[in-house]
């Protein structure tokens, strides 16, 4: 009706793997009656933008399953985004509020992340601290090992995440370790006493042995 169309479809090249293509239509119509006289459409292959939308939308796919908490942060310490992981481990509902940095990280890491953070990953793309978050909801913290990561668009300009690994299991793991040794070193200052007061007891009842003997051979001879 309006005289354009675009359409977006697929055609099978002829080694047999698939292009998309995307064909603009224009009608040309008689300048009095306003007829259609012919249809000018120009194609070009898009199938590069296509496997890039695609693979953006699978990177997306993946940031949202990721059991890892990630968040997309600005220098400010503003968040602008938080994966479903990132949610429940700050004891957040799984949608509404967005809370700045200063809510989950202690004052310290903050400090660490503007002096030294922004600068790290913006010259390496990478920069990484172990600490603890600080849930929302009152639940105990969270020790985690965050990696800020920089990102560069095509026109130069920066964005970050974050990406926390959940260190829960690690610092289990190392307090049943810590156990486990206590209890070694328990069990060996036990056998070292055992072995002590055996010596002990043997010491002394040698001479308690040779008094009796002693005793024994008086007493035959009176």
Same mark, same amino acid.
């Given at each position: 009706?309006?005289?354009?169309?675009?359409?977006?479809?697929?055609?099978?090249?002829?080694?047999g793997?698939?292009?998309?293509?995307?064909? *603009?239509?224009?009608?040309?119509?008689e300048?009095?009656?306003?007829?259609?006289?012919?249809?000018?459409?120009?194609?070009?292959?898009?199938?590069?933008?296509?496997?890039?939308?695609?693979?953006?939308r699978?990177l997306?796919?993946?940031?949202?399953?990721?059991?890892?908490?990630?968040? @997309?942060?600005?220098?400010?310490?503003?968040?602008?985004?938080?994966?479903p992981?990132?949610?429940?481990i700050?004891?957040? *509902?799984?949608?509404?509020l967005?809370?700045?940095?200063? *809510? @989950?990280?202690?004052?310290?890491?903050?400090?660490?992340?503007?002096?030294?953070?922004?600068?790290?990953?913006?010259?390496?793309?990478?920069?990484?601290?172990?600490?603890?978050?600080?849930?929302?909801?009152?639940?105990?913290?969270?020790?985690?090992?965050?990696?800020?990561?920089?990102?560069?668009?095509?026109?130069?300009?920066?964005? @970050?995440?974050?990406?926390?690994?959940?260190?829960?299991?690690?610092e289990?793991?190392?307090?049943?370790?810590?156990?486990?040794?206590?209890?070694?070193?328990?069990?060996?200052?036990?056998?070292?006493?055992?072995?002590?007061?055996?010596?002990?007891?043997?010491?002394?009842?040698?001479?308690?042995?040779?008094?009796?003997?002693?005793?024994?051979?008086?007493?035959?001879?009176?």
């Open positions: 009706l309006d005289g354009y169309h675009t359409m977006t479809y697929r055609i099978r090249h002829q080694t793997h698939y292009l998309w293509f995307e064909t *603009a239509s224009r009608a040309i119509r300048t009095y009656t306003g007829a259609v006289v012919e249809v000018v459409s120009v194609s070009r292959d898009i199938t590069a933008r296509i496997e890039a939308e695609e693979n953006k699978r997306a796919d993946v940031v949202e399953a990721n059991p890892d908490p990630v968040l @997309f942060i600005d220098p400010t310490g503003g968040v602008s985004y938080l994966n992981a990132a949610r429940r700050l004891g957040l *509902a799984p949608t509404g967005m809370p700045d940095l200063e *809510a @989950f990280l202690n004052p310290k890491d903050l400090e660490q992340l503007k002096s030294l953070g922004w600068r790290s990953a913006d010259l390496s793309g990478l920069w990484s601290i172990e600490t603890r978050l600080l849930p929302l909801n009152g639940t105990p913290s969270v020790p985690v090992q965050l990696l800020l990561l920089a990102h560069r668009s095509m026109t130069g300009e920066r964005f @970050f995440s974050l990406v926390a690994r959940d260190m829960r299991e690690r289990l793991r190392e307090a049943q370790q810590r156990h486990h040794q206590d209890e070694m070193a328990h069990t060996a200052r036990l056998i070292t006493l055992g072995e002590l007061a055996s010596g002990i007891a043997h010491e002394i009842n040698q001479p308690l042995a040779a008094v009796v003997n002693y005793a024994n051979a008086s007493q035959r001879y009176l």
